[in-house]
């Protein structure tokens, strides 16, 4: 049994999707989870990303303590679209989901997601890079995409497994990283704990 430091529902899937079980260890709402996934002036993605990853960890291992739970390896997750040296994290609202994907649009883009694994004062960390090429997407397609609803909460404004699908030409990397946790890397990484 480990536990699942995400608040995201397609983690726990790709979990279970690996016959790991787990149990979920969220912030509560004494923590300012949010705050811990601020860009730093001229932040590079791949180092932003595997910052983010090892802030959460910290705080779910703090977590854990602090509530005297039972111990169990700690995993911990998160994901980043990079444009160029352009983090694009989760839109603020509708609009900037628009701003978002119309950069997309026609480009080729890359996902970040990084894993980390905290167990018995032991920390591993890997990094999954993938790319993404998303088709020509025009005004009325990107606008009708936003009000699906689908692209709030979701790094790049997007999710791979969902409606923009549609719009996503190619693939090169992990595609369940892509959805948020790469699942050869978290496999590799819970081997390494064992």
Known sequence: MIYLASQSPRRSQLLTQLGIQHTLLLPGPEEDAEALEDVLPGEA????????TDLKLQAALERLERRGLAPAPVLCSDTTVALGRTILGKPADAKDAVRMLRA??????????????????????????????FAEMSAAEIQAYVESGEPMGKA???????????????????????????????????????
Not at 45 to 50: A, D, E, L
Not at 108 to 131: D, I
Not at 176 to 191: D, R, S, V, Y
């Open 45 to 52: 993605p791949k180092t932003y990303v595997q910052r983010v």
């Open 104 to 133: 997309l649009s026609g480009k080729t883009h890359r996902v970040l997601t990084s894993v980390a694994v905290g167990w018995s004062g032991q920390r591993v960390q890997s990094c999954s890079e993938s790319r993404v090429t």
């Open 156 to 194: 790049g404004a997007y999710a791979v497994q969902g409606l923009a699908a549609e719009y996503i030409a190619r693939i090169s990397g992990s595609y369940t990283g892509i959805m948020g946790l790469p699942l050869f890397e978290t496999a590799q990484l819970l081997k390494r704990l064992a």
